[in-house]
Each structure stands twice: as structure tokens, then as C-alpha cells.
């Protein structure tokens, strides 16, 4: 039998052939599902990927386009369940990343936390297309001098100022020395303030009296 020029034993294998291909297509498609299942709460697609810790900050360049993207700011805190106290030193961490004009990161302030920040000496340069990395696990920027209890959890207000690109403030976290952050190195301690020994004064020994000479 013949239809339009095919004949019907033509049409049956054409359908049969296309019925494999497509069996073979859904078995091909259900492979990497049933590895995943296999590979249980271990499988690639099934981890958990922790957000960005810290703050991220864009500003635009001070001339023409561009920007700097200020990137995961964060304070490193103490050990899990503890502070750091009053007077001690804490870290920060942060990416600068430049798309504009060369620029200077030339100081950081934090207001109502730490009387002073230091920087790496002479600030941190910010050429075209490039970034710098301050994450650790050393410290490049440590707040000093902290003026209360650093709690982890809670967040603190930094000043960054740029060289031509201006000020811009942040709220940024205090994280957990813990877990990804564990093997992070704490703030180094502010150097002890050298304090002023008195000095004694002497008193010149006391001079002998001539005893009296005996009258003749």
C-alpha cells in the first residue's frame, strides 16, 4: 500500500526509529538526576553556599566613567562567644576593585568605636582595572584604641575616604573569628603607653658641726 509515494512498512519504521531516538533522549536527559540522587546530600548541586559576610559599597570615579566597588567589608571579632574588650584592636577586611580613574584609599575612620585606624603606609593605591586585596589572613587595616566591647553579630559605622572619588560611610559587620574565618589572624595589640619614672632628687648630706674649741 502506498501513500503519497511511501509505502506503509516505510512509515511503521520511521515512527519506530523516532520512538528510540526519543526513549533514548528522556534516558540521557534522567542520567545526571540519578547520579545526584545516588550522591545523596553530597551532590554538587545540592551545597549550600554561605552569602557575602561583609558590605558592599559602589561609588563612582571622580573623573569620567568607572566606579569603586568598595567589596565583603567586614570586622574580624573574637573567638564564638567572646568580645573583644575595650582598648583592644580589631581587623578589617575588604576588596577595593577600580573600573575608573587611578585613586588612593588615604584614611579610615570609625566613629564611636576605635579612637584611630592605621593603613598600610602611604594608603592603598587603586590604579585603572585593578583591585587590591586587604582579606587576610594578616590585617592591613586595624581599628585601635576600640572605645567599648566588640560584640560579634553586631555591626559598627566606617568612613572611607578616597583620594579624589570623596567619603563614603558604611555599616559593616562584626564576624565570628570561627569557621571560615578561624584561621584568620586577630588584630595586633596596641603597644603599651610608655609611662614616666619620677625622678628622686637627692638631698646633699648634711654637713658636720664643728665641734666647739676650748677657750683658754
Known sequence: MLLHGRSLATLRSTVRRSFVLKTAITAAAAIPLLAGCEAGLNAPVLHWHPPTAGTNVSIPSATGPGFI?????????????YSLPAGSSAGVFLALVNTGARDRLVSVSAPGTATSVTLPAGGVTLERGHTAFLTGPEPEIVLTGL????QNGTTIRLV????????VRMTVPVQPRAAEYATYSPAP????????????????????????????
Open 147 to 150: 572605645t567599648h566591647t566588640l
Open 189 to 216: 595589640a596596641p603597644s603599651p603607653t610608655a609611662t614616666a619614672t619620677p625622678k628622686h632628687r637627692h638631698k646633699a648630706a648634711a654637713s658636720a658641726t664643728p665641734s666647739p674649741t676650748a677657750t683658754p
Open 160 to 167: 572611607l575616604r578616597f583620594q579624589n572619588a570623596g567619603s
Open 69 to 81: 566597588g568598595i567589596r565583603n567589608v567586614f570586622v574580624l571579632g573574637g573567638v564564638l562567644d
